[in-house]
């Protein structure tokens, strides 16, 4: 699969399905439908034990599209189903904690970002990116605005990527490329309908290539 890497690239992130058989086949179609950077998959209400058994069933289907596999919640689940890195949704505290811990082998970021003071803070710890918005912020069809406005003022100072919740509705996407962000994640934008899935990607991919803005090389 071909990079586009001179513009804002879609991160999913994976809806609460409990059944794993299911999960892993919407996941597996969905990535077929394009370019996809990377793929965070959330705990949920999972215990320990469940949110192992599907980062074990899912982390492989992930990388074999190409995508890069994040995960969101209990740290000892990354190491044990070979994920490429470690998404926080804590304070900066925590993200320092992970990245002393595992920046050598992992990919680490997060943050959910509400204002430009904890941004910093983020920011500060040098993470692989930070994250503005929550993985379940997409509450409405467009992005939120507070997370758009901050996302186009880190990325006119700040050299760490930024990923941008966008909203359900997929033509966000192109709000969120256009204030400068590396990175827009989706959830019910893809996943509302997950036979459409794979349709909605190639259809974000195809107004990302149109449309957004191109970075410097």
Known sequence: MTEPENRCRLVLVLPDIADVDERAKIVADALKGGDVASVILPQYGLDEGGFQKHAEKLVPIIQAAGAAALIAGDSRVVGRSKADGLHITGPATEIADAIDRYADKLIVGGGNAADRHTALEVGEERPD?????????????????????????????????????????????????????????????????????????????????????????
């Open 129 to 217: 990116y930070i994250f503005f918005g929550k993985l379940d912020g997409d509450i409405k069809p467009e992005a939120h605005p507070k997370n758009l406005a901050l996302a186009e003022w880190w990325a006119s100072m700040i050299e760490i990527p930024c990923i941008v919740m966008g909203g359900t509705d997929p033509v966000s996407a192109l709000a969120v490329a256009e204030t400068g962000a590396e990175f827009v994640a989706m959830r019910m934008g893809v996943f509302a309908e997950p036979a459409q899935a794979p349709s909605i990607i190639a259809q974000i991919n195809a107004l990302l290539d149109e449309k957004a803005p191109r970075f410097e090389v």
